[in-house]
């Protein structure tokens, strides 16, 4: 099969749509996209940047005493659980260095608990075995209202963690954790599209490690 064969219409001697047409759909349809984030980003930071503030001040407070970063999420949130743990262990030049582990990323102790225990405890067992009072637990949710980060939550607040969530739509669960107290600080993308939400959720988690870099950095 040539690529001819999948996709017709780039061949001048095939029927099919007009290139032009085509490319000028897809860039009418890449700048509504550009401008939906635009406007969510915007959303978030003018509403919530007291909050990140607040956040980012808890958060450095951790890691100056020593604490740790836990990350943790499913599907796309648990790659962008990877990303903000890499953010944090290797910043850049210019800035501090600060421990954290993407806990999605320890296949071994992920599989054996959800063969063992349930997929819902995946996060809460390695929270409640390591998290101490001086760690900080970020959990990511599109839907807000994953069982597994709920529960993961709920361990790290026992445990006496700074709890941080990211969440889309409007909250979900987490929404109702955070009025409970069980999530210190929560963020929420007020979106239905799963895309502009996680878009905006790593705009958010950068914009929190930034400023958290801003208050362990010496005046």
């Known amino acids: 099969m040539s690529i001819e064969d999948l996709y017709p219409f780039l061949s001048g001697g095939r029927s099919g749509p007009d290139v032009a ?15 939906e984030i635009d406007r969510l980003r915007r959303a978030v930071i003018a509403d919530q940047a007291p909050e990140l503030a607040e956040c980012a001040a808890a ?12 990350t943790f ?22 800035y501090r260095a600060l421990p954290a582990v993407a806990l999605p990323a320890d296949v071994a102790t992920l599989t054996a ?6 997929f819902e405890l995946v996060f809460a067992r390695p929270l409640a075995a ?3 009072r ?29 709890t941080v969530g990211f969440a889309g739509y409007t909250g979900g669960a987490m929404a109702d954790q955070a009025a409970d107290g ?8 007020p979106s239905a599209s799963v895309h502009r939400i996680q878009e905006a959720q790593t705009t958010t988690y950068h914009v929190l490690w930034e400023l958290v870099q801003g208050e362990l950095r010496p005046t």
């Open 182 to 189: 069980v999530i210190d600080h929560l963020f929420v993308m």
């Open 59 to 70: 958060t450095a407070a951790r890691f100056a005493r020593g604490g740790r970063l836990f």
């Open 113 to 118: 608990l959800a063969n063992d225990v349930g």
């Open 73 to 94: 999420g499913n599907g796309g949130s648990a790659t962008d659980a990877a990303a903000v743990a890499a953010l944090h262990v290797d910043p850049g030049p210019g």
């Open 21 to 35: 047409t085509l490319l000028a759909d897809v860039a009418r349809s890449t700048a509504e996209k550009v401008g």
């Open 130 to 132: 390591a998290g101490g």
């Open 134 to 162: 001086d760690d900080i637990a970020l959990g990511l949710s599109t839907s807000g209202g994953s069982a597994n980060v709920l529960r993961g939550f709920v361990a790290a607040h026992e445990r006496g963690m700074l």
